[in-house]
């Protein structure tokens, strides 16, 4: 189903955000250039125009990221998801869009583990670096505050840096999320409309992915989990916990119809105030429609049910 106009436009804006927030401390825009480019290049059929332009855009995405370990890190990980994507595009062209991304970041994350293996100590020198960007991101943001002279920076530097803490341990699922994202737009902008994005409501994946959350509930909660696969089953858990939180509220969206002003108003309030009940409802709604396909028991019912 094709997203054009004012849709489409507010799909990519959504997702902007979306990948600028996932990954906000290191180069989240590569991961929409790198992907755009390649697939400028690789989709038929081949147009010289926007072979020229794939070019310009893959010449922006690795000339204008910055220097040093965390920059190749990153530019490296957006060529690898990128070639992935374009591979899997290729290779099974009625697969849905979600599918092709989701086996991108897969393929993506092990050539990375294969890639890293090669040099001694390659893996956790560049968990350290990733992870050290979140605590830089906090340091830069609580240093900006205190020459501002704000008195409550103490409490609130303690805040950040749990939050760092946290997101430096599941960075590889903010980094899959942010991903996935990332190649939604460039997706939606190489294609133009003609094969782009399905509506937020019609949002699902193979069901078969429980076994993931599961896997990661398992890695959690075993007693001889040494703390690498504890750290396995977070990122797991958070990962398909978002997709799930996302697919909870395309399935609202189907069965209860989009909100006006005053229910996106409550909505807001809703996740501002409590967000970890309002997350863990919709990944429930979304649980739920693994096995019991609630839209369609509600097509089934008719449009008066």
Known sequence: MTRTGRDGLGAILALTAATLTLWAPGEPVLLILAPLGLLLLALPPFRVGRAVAGVAVLALALVGAGQGAFPLLIRGWALLVGAWFVLLVLLLPRS???SR??????GAFVSAALLLS???GGWAAADWTVGRQFYDAVAAVVSVWRGAGLEAVTELAADFSRAAELQALL????LGLASVSGLAIAWSLARRGADGLRPLREFRFRDELVWLLIAGIVLMVLPLSSPALVRAGANLMAFMGALYALRGVAVLLAVLGTPGVGGVFLAALATLLIPPLVMVA????GLTDTWLDLRAR???LGPNA
Do not use: D, K, N
């Open 96 to 98: 849905p869009f979600l």
């Open 282 to 285: 919709t990944v429930l709604v």
């Open 298 to 300: 509600r097509a089934s």
């Open 171 to 174: 960075h590889p699922a903010l």
């Open 101 to 106: 991304a989701l086996g991108a970041v897969a």
């Open 118 to 120: 090669l040099r001694r």
